[in-house]
């Protein structure tokens, strides 16, 4: 994990007032983030030459010290990380504790299903969690319901116009909308940490309608790579909790088992540590399973939605 140092980027060489305000009001604010972006990136802000750029990175990653750490030290900061969960007992046992900052991670699931749901109560269960955290949702799909936050404040022992006053929604119309609103947090947590939490319900949606058929599969991989990989800076060097939400597709080659896989094929599969599916289950229940995770078994849970949240099956 990056360690994030909050430094003033007009004491770099060749930064003067103008310079700076480009680079901070494009996102590049801190050492730490003109160091891990490219001279391209840079350049395009700010107008100077790629090889200008290139010592501007060079210069803020040597006063970051931007490079190999011995593993003990490494393993130090990554005791950094916090886990929130839901309060279902099955579920969080099931990640290992809760959802954990510093990553990307995604759940999978067709329509009725409990995406929506679970975002809506990790922003609440964030909240619940420190007085002062501050929770950002990207709503690509129009689903936000307030009546939900109320339902789960309630149940948290939460005030519902304090928490209202904690979440903040932006409504993604489309991708180069999405990827904007990602550009707009980033300025945000670099003037206030008390962002604990970024949600997108779903990732996939806007990728997926704009870009439909074969012809159009690698203009659509190679930009949602990019988003990912923004997302995935932020979520490191901010120690943010981050899930995304997304939707599945059948496989019609798939004759036996789950033929349900998700949108966003390796791409979306390599930039998330830990993978969600979910769907109904027996008698109103809802199954889960961790698909996939570097340190995690797989393993699996039955559980309830109720308006209170999600409750363990007695």
């Known amino acids: 994990m990056v360690k994030e140092e909050i430094s003033d980027v007009r004491s770099l060489k060749g930064v003067g007032s103008t310079t700076a305000t480009k680079l901070e009001d494009s996102g590049y ?102 007085k002062n955290n501050k929770a950002i949702l990207i709503d690509t799909e129009g689903t936000f319901r307030s009546e939900r936050i109320k339902d789960f404040t309630e149940s948290n022992n939460l005030d519902y116009e304090d928490t209202l006053k904690r979440i903040f929604i932006g409504r993604a119309f489309n991708t180069d909308h999405q990827i904007l609103l990602v550009d707009e947090f980033e300025k945000m947590l670099q003037k206030d940490k008390d962002f604990k ?77 830990n993978r969600i599916y979910m769907r109904p289950g027996q008698k109103g229940t809802i199954y889960a399973k961790l698909v996939d995770s570097p340190y995690l078994p797989q393993t699996d849970c039955n559980f309830l939605i109720t308006k209170e949240g999600f409750k363990d099956i007695l």
């Not at 730490?32 to 790629?50: D, F, K, L, Q, R």
């Not at 949600?199 to 058929?213: A, K, P, Q």
């Not at 988003?227 to 997304?246: P, R, S």
Request: positive net charge; proline residues 2%; aromatic residues 6%.
């Open 29 to 130: 604010g801190t050492m730490t983030s003109i160091a891990v972006s490219t001279p391209e990136e840079i350049a395009s802000v700010t107008g100077m030459s790629e090889n200008t750029a290139r010592k501007l990175i060079k210069e803020a990653r040597q006063n970051i010290k931007l490079g190999f750490e011995i593993a003990k030290s490494y393993i130090e900061k990554n005791n950094k990380i916090k886990k929130i969960g839901t309060g279902c007992k099955a579920f969080d046992k099931m990640l290992g504790g809760g959802f954990e900052s510093g990553s990307i991670t995604e759940i999978f699931a067709r329509w009725g299903s409990g995406k929506t749901q679970l975002a809506h109560l990790m922003l609440v269960r964030t909240i619940a969690e420190n």
């Open 197 to 273: 939490i970024l949600v997108i319900d779903s990732l996939t949606s806007h990728f997926r309608s704009e870009y439909s058929g074969r012809g159009t599969l690698a203009t659509r991989q190679q930009k949602l790579n990019k988003h990912l990989h923004q997302i995935l800076k932020i979520a490191d060097i901010y120690n943010l909790i981050v899930i995304v939400t997304n939707q599945v597709q059948s496989d019609p080659a798939i004759f036996y088992g789950n033929p349900e896989k998700p949108i966003g094929g390796n791409i979306l599969g390599h930039a998330s540590t």
